[in-house]
């Protein structure tokens, strides 16, 4: 077997764009769709989860991370989740790159909101909130000020506000204390929390903004409440991993609030042409599902630039 080259960020994150990610989305978008299956296995609080995609003619990665929460206390020097990405040629089957796989889902899940944003957001918006104070929160305040380099003002606002003030010191933006005028202000919202239950009211939002939705991944988690999804229009980066699995839209869906027409297109309409925002008034609003064939694109990325730089 060919020597297959590790990534790591050390390697390459220094070179990576938010640009250059969402291209490399918009790319993946216009091919085939994707095949994607996941394994998951559990024991006792630990977990394992496999996700694959394949893209014929494009490329097969297959993404495996470990959900070790005692980490944090029996093994304190090693964090809770770690991960590898692994890419293989569609033609032969043969592995082309081993890949840090915080590094891929660092670069993806931002990648995947601003895309969203991209497609459906004013491109004169001005004022960003994000909600949370992770590191999920700290990509997305570089990955917004590249794509939309007009914006005027960012804040952020934390159910903790210590933690939002330290983010806010980090990265030269504006802590904000209160959250209906934090939402109340914004021309997009990005929520990256851990909230279970929904907390992102429907009144809050402007006319002609936007709502990126990113915390929600499991079908018991929202931020969202029915009446913020009752004023916009719908959007999702894939129907097949964004509408039932996730409780964001799924518990609405069972609960017949909406039904799935009311989804309006995800990446393939979007980055093929189709319309999204049709007006400057619409409110739109994005569920940022985050499928296996979006690390597999972002991975293709992270490996060309990778033989780029080494190869000068």
């Known amino acids: 077997m060919q020597n297959v080259p590790f990534i790591s960020a050390k390697h390459i994150e220094p070179f990576l764009t938010w640009s250059g990610v969402t291209e ?6 216009k091919k085939g769709k994707a095949e994607i299956s996941d394994i998951l296995f559990k024991n006792e609080t630990a977990s394992v989860l496999t996700r694959a995609a394949w893209i014929k003619n494009h490329g097969i990665a297959v993404k495996t991370a470990t959900i070790f929460p005692d980490n944090a206390s029996n093994h304190p020097h ?6 590898l990405v692994t890419l ?19 670069w993806k899940t ?9 497609l459906l957001a004013r491109p004169d918006s001005r004022i960003l909130t994000i909600l949370g104070a992770g590191k999920v929160a700290q990509s997305l305040i570089d990955a917004y000020r ?3 380099p007009d914006l005027d003002t960012i804040y952020v606002w934390n159910h903790r506000f210590e933690k939002a003030a330290q983010i806010a010191s980090d990265k030269n933006v504006t802590p904000i204390r209160n959250l209906t005028e934090a939402i109340e202000r914004a021309d997009i919202v990005s929520a990256a929390t851990t909230a279970t239950e929904p907390f992102i009211e429907g009144k809050w939002l402007k006319q002609g903004c936007h709502l990126d939705l990113i915390g929600a991944f499991r079908p018991d988690m929202r931020e969202a409440h ?15 991993t964004a509408l039932h699995d996730i409780g964001e839209l799924g518990i609405p869906l069972a609960n017949k609030v909406i039904s799935e027409q009311d989804v309006i297109d995800d990446f393939y309409g979007l980055c093929s042409g189709n319309m999204g925002r049709k007006n400057d008034s619409e409110i739109t609003i994005f569920k940022n599902g985050g499928g ?21």
């Open 24 to 29: 490399a989305l918009v790319d993946a978008h």
């Open 78 to 83: 090693l964090p809770t989740v770690q991960s």
């Open 88 to 106: 293989f040629d569609d033609q032969s089957g043969s592995p082309q790159a081993v890949i840090d796989g915080d590094l891929v889902t660092k």
């Open 110 to 118: 931002a990648g995947d909101s601003v895309l969203g944003a991209k």
């Open 146 to 148: 590249e794509i939309f």
């Open 226 to 240: 029915d009446s913020a999804l009752l004023r916009g229009n719908i959007f999702v980066d894939s129907y097949k």
């Open 292 to 312: 296996a064939h979006l690390d597999l694109a972002v991975a293709l990325y992270i490996k060309k630039l990778f033989e780029i730089v080494n190869s000068s």
